[in-house]
């Protein structure tokens, strides 16, 4: 474990959360209903990585190595044994070491990826903001944490990747991509194909 790690308690599920993204989660079992607890008394964020190998219930899942912070906002328990989440995605991490708890709870050292820069979007990916701006207005629940960054191009990047329909292991390819301007030019390569906006 180097000086520059920390160690973190790792969700892994069949989904990537991307920082700033809203991730809605319902727990129910012990050993994450154990972190849970444990990160919300201390006010601690946990892991949320993608799902290498395993599933999301049962024995411990093989995470992907990259990650991001999941902060709790909400919960809610209206049903005795069932927890219900309000996640958001906070800083990206790299998993260092990690290690299968006897609960069967995967903890992590994980190193820190910088936040990215915020940059003003560049006039070529306009579509890509126009785009977000009529999902925006048609959604009938909050899809996006407040403030909407429209002119930024991370934040921009990154609500697409959330929503577009593209497989798992692409989403994680956008997530680990360390310039927002690389991961815009993906996204509207693929809005291109799919007819969604002009070339």
């Keep these: 474990m180097t000086s520059a790690s920390v160690r973190i308690p790792i969700f892994p599920l069949n989904t ?8 809605p989660l319902r727990v129910f079992e012990t050993r994450y209903m154990d972190m849970t607890r444990d990160c919300m008394k201390h006010e601690r964020p946990f892991g949320v990585c993608l799902i290498s190998e395993g599933s999301e219930v049962g024995a411990p899942a093989a995470p992907e190595p990259t990650g991001c912070l999941a902060r709790i906002i909400e919960w809610d328990m209206q ?4 927890l219900h989440l309000k996640t958001l995605g906070a800083q990206r991490f790299r998993i260092l070491a990690s290690e299968v708890g006897p609960q069967g709870l995967v903890a992590a050292d994980v190193e820190l990826i910088p936040q990215e820069q915020a940059i003003a979007l560049p006039g070529r990916f306009g579509a890509c903001a126009r785009l977000l701006e009529t999902v925006i207005a048609q959604q009938k629940s909050p899809l996006f944490a407040e403030p909407h960054e429209l002119e930024n191009a991370a934040w921009v ?9 593209v497989p798992l292991a692409a989403k994680q390819k956008l997530l680990e991509l360390e310039h927002s301007i690389a991961r815009l030019e993906v996204l509207q390569r693929f809005l291109e194909q799919q007819g969604l906006v002009r070339a």
Excluded: T
Aim: charged share 10%.
């Design 157 to 165: 990047g990154y609500r697409l990747a959330e929503i577009l329909p």
């Design 79 to 82: 049903q005795l044994g069932l």
């Design 16 to 23: 990537v959360l991307f920082p700033g993204g809203l991730l």
